[in-house]
Each structure stands twice: as structure tokens, then as C-alpha cells.
């Protein structure tokens, strides 16, 4: 994925800061009225979201970071991603919390939960237990770190969609897990 690191002038680094200083679930709560408001900020949807609609109509194959934008230290991380037609992610998790919204178009994100313990090295037997679709009217979905963050995220439809996530502070080294559940397999997954 090629993720051009820019800034971002229309958003307020220092609120970003202030969040992501702050324990899980309260900076979710106010990590995701803050994605709302900056995917309606129509400064930030001309500045950051109209470049890449005609970049996100030809898009093919696999979702991709258009625009990346992170805090010192891996303290937050601003992702502006393209999900082109049929496009999805593996079945994942985050080592932050997060919160996504949709920009242009929509997506489905499905939910999981673990059924094991935990215990056994590679393994994770999921359950899906929630499905839904996300346009910018929704608002945005959120995700706990690890076991309290599992799912999938894609797009079914003929159009591109665009989204904007924010991710808080990683709580370990990597970035997250992958899971297949057509053999209750889980793994580490690096930082591309
Ligand atoms: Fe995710």
C-alpha cells in the first residue's frame, strides 16, 4: 500500500494530541464526533476527499492509504483509505482503538467475537455477531484494541468508497492481527 505521508491543514493536531492521551473509551467518545465532524468540515472534504475521487473511480483490486498522516511516536494516525468495487480486508484487529467514518459511498463492516480463551498460540474460533453498513450519514464505527476490535470491513457495491480513520496510541508492537476462521487461525500482523 503507498500511503503519502502530508499534512493536514484543516485539522487541529493538538485536539489529536489531547485525545489520544486519554484512556480507550473516552477517546473514542470523542474521537468519533471529531471524524464526524471533520469528513462534513467542507474544507477538509475539498482539500483532502475531492483529489482522490477521480483517483477512487478508476481504483481496482485491493483497498489502499491514500493519505496518512501520524502523530510523533505513533501517538495517533489519520488514514484516509480508498476501498475500490469489491474491495475488503481480511478478517483483523487493531493494538489501538479506532473509529472510521465514510467520506463518499459506503461500506459493510461485519463484527466478531471470540469464542476461546486466548490461551492457544495461533488459534481463535470467531463468531460473527453483528453486520452493517456504514455511509457518512451513519456516523463512525468504532473498534476497542485487540479481542474488542474484530472485523471486517469491505465494499460490495459497483462504486468506490472513500473513508477517514483515526487510530489512537498502539498498545504493543505490532499493528495488529489477522484471523482466519476457516481454520481458527490468528497471527501477528507488521506494519507494512
Ligand atoms: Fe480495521
Known amino acids: 500500500m503507498n500511503a503519502g505521508t502530508v499534512t493536514l491543514p484543516v485539522v487541529d493536531t493538538g485536539y489529536l494530541e489531547s485525545i489520544s492521551e486519554l484512556p480507550t473509551e473516552l477517546a473514542i467518545r470523542q474521537a468519533a464526533p471529531f471524524l464526524v465532524r471533520l469528513v462534513e468540515d467542507p474544507a477538509f472534504f475539498e482539500g483532502e476527499i475531492r483529489p482522490l475521487l477521480e483517483e477512487a473511480r478508476g481504483a481496482a483490486g485491493d483497498w489502499y492509504v491514500a493519505r496518512s498522516f501520524g502523530g ?49 498460540l495461533d488459534h481463535a474460533r470467531l463468531k460473527e455477531f453483528r453486520q452493517r453498513m456504514w455511509s457518512k450519514e451513519d456516523g463512525a464505527s468504532n473498534v476497542l484494541p485487540h479481542d474488542g476490535g474484530i472485523h471486517w470491513v469491505g465494499n460490495p457495491s459497483d462504486e468506490p468508497a472513500i473513508s477517514v480513520h483515526l487510530y489512537g496510541p498502539r498498545l504493543g508492537e505490532v499493528d495488529g492481527r489477522d484471523y482466519d476462521p476457516s481454520c481458527d487461525y490468528v497471527c501477528d500482523r507488521s506494519e507494512d
Open 72 to 120: 510523533k511516536d505513533h501517538i495517533y494516525s489519520l488514514q484516509v483509505f480508498i476501498w475500490p468495487p469489491s474491495s475488503e480486508t481480511k478478517i483483523h484487529d487493531h493494538s489501538s482503538w479506532g473509529v472510521y467514518c465514510c467520506a463518499v459511498g459506503s461500506v459493510l463492516e461485519k463484527r466478531y467475537e471470540r469464542l476461546d480463551d486466548g490461551s492457544r
